[in-house]
């Protein structure tokens, strides 16, 4: 059936969704190649403070959480997205006139205020389009922003300051958000129902699956302003916090240090690690698209988040036993990228399987808001154990990290999981339990 439906959604609502995530991906992370590409000699930072640097970003990612989770609920996720654009692009921008490591700081924690709202906002999006059996595709399309963002920013950011200087990098890559800016509001809706220029029978699909949906959950309230202690009661919601925080610190701490741990491993110049940065990021949409496939096939949402995050782990491991062989490190380091973001499809297909869609609308917020504290911690901790015992003892923490993630995903309830047939969840317990204490 599904191929039998108009696809005009897949690309009206995901393309924008995707092109604006790359965008905020790569204010984000081209720090990673600014420090070591002359902002650390320039503005005296040690490797304490890059780590400090790169980290505090999630703590103003904290703030519009909740918030951008209930917006995209209950009000406009395009407005939201639409002035966090504008504000992305000054703060990137005034980042190129920095004169101090506080300045830097100041920059970067606003930054993620400005950031903080766009995943919930776009995953509430996505839910507002997509059914149960095509929210695991359609989550992965969008999560490729990390993986596409890197392969564009590596080159790119390599390439501007190897013929610039890295403050060029930040005001040029700042103002592509004034661009995606126009691309997003033209284009985008919030609701089918919102959406003139969706197809009748597409509209009347969406309708009636989404009501199959509701009915196979037996959650037929209305949508709502779900007070926040909801989500907070909901036990099954908070380990997916703790989850997500150990495999953020996993995943950023591996992402905003790649340059550098590049350009140790091999000895090459900025333009160089930039190329050799985008294999990984390459291998990272393989990664999402395969396991994205598997996961919606088999319905085990829980079975493949885990093994994406041991993989993930066991690749970093890796990377430090073979650090020797610059050719098999490398190897492992692209390997890593495969599983860095494979996990994020079936996870983020939790959520609505285990809250109502208002406590998951600002469920989203809480879990990617506090678990992304671990985006703090990761470059942190690689700042501070490269510091005291060396980059290969940081690599080594960073895999304990996503170890303690696999380990919480077998605690998480059944019914987070799809039979492969029709979609419902698995007959368990915790099912048959509110889905809030």
């Known amino acids: 059936m599904e191929k039998k439906t108009p696809g005009t959604r897949w690309w009206r609502v995901v393309a924008p969704i995707l092109i604006a995530c790359i965008i905020s991906f790569m204010d984000r992370v081209n720090i990673s190649f600014a420090l070591p590409g002359g902002m650390e000699a320039d503005l005296g930072i040690t490797s304490q403070m890059a780590g400090l640097t790169s980290g505090i970003f999630f703590i103003g990612y904290l703030f519009l959480q909740i918030p951008g989770g209930r917006a995209a609920v209950n009000g406009s996720g395009k407005r939201f997205i639409a002035w966090s654009l504008v504000a992305w692009a000054i703060v990137s921008v005034a980042t190129g006139f920095v004169t101090n490591h506080y300045q830097v700081l100041v920059l970067r924690f606003v930054l993620g205020v400005a950031e903080g709202g766009m995943l919930p906002v776009v995953l509430t999006m996505i839910s507002n389009w ?18 596409i963002g890197g392969m564009v920013t590596a080159p790119i950011s390599g390439a501007i300051i190897q013929s610039l200087d890295w403050r060029w ?65 909901n036990s099954s919601l908070m380990k997916l916090v703790a989850l997500n925080f150990f495999y953020q610190t996993g995943d950023y701490g591996y992402t905003l ?66 650090r020797h062989n610059i050719i098999a490190a490398y190897i492992a380091l692209v390997v890593c990228g495969f599983f860095l973001k494979a996990a994020t499809s079936p996870f983020w297909s939790i959520p609505g399987r285990i809250a109502s869609p208002e406590v998951a609308g600002g469920a989203r917020g809480v879990i990617n808001g506090l678990g992304n504290l671990g985006g703090f911690c990761g470059p942190w901790l690689v700042g501070m ?23 919480i995903t077998l605690t998480l309830p059944k019914n987070c999981d799809l039979t492969p047939d029709n979609g419902k969840p698995v007959a368990d317990e915790s099912a048959k339990q509110p889905h809030v204490a």
Not at 273 to 297: C, H, R
């Open 130 to 147: 997509f059914p149960d059996r095509e929210i695991g595709r359609a989550n992965a399309f969008v999560m490729m922003f990390a993986p």
């Open 169 to 233: 990098l930040f005001i040029i890559e700042g103002l592509l958000s004034i661009v995606v800016l126009a691309v997003w509001w033209w284009l985008i809706s919030d609701r089918p129902q919102e959406a003139r220029w969706l197809p009748a029978a597409e509209r009347e699909y969406l309708l009636a699956e989404f009501e199959r949906d509701r009915q196979a959950r037996s959650l037929k309230q209305p949508v709502s302003n779900a007070p926040l202690r909801d989500v907070f009661r």
């Open 257 to 322: 240090w790649l340059p550098t741990i590049l350009k140790n491993l091999t000895g090459a110049n900025m333009a160089g690690v930039g190329l050799l940065a985008i294999v990984p990021f390459v291998a990272t949409i393989i990664g999402i698209y395969v396991i994205s496939m598997l996961s919606d096939k088999t319905g085990k949402r829980r079975l493949w988040v885990m093994i994406s995050l041991l993989c993930f782990a066991a690749a970093l491991l890796a990377s430090v036993v073979l």
């Open 385 to 407: 154990m490269i510091y005291l015992y060396g980059q290969n003892m940081a690599v080594c923490a960073l895999a304990g990290s996503l170890v303690i993630a696999a380990l």
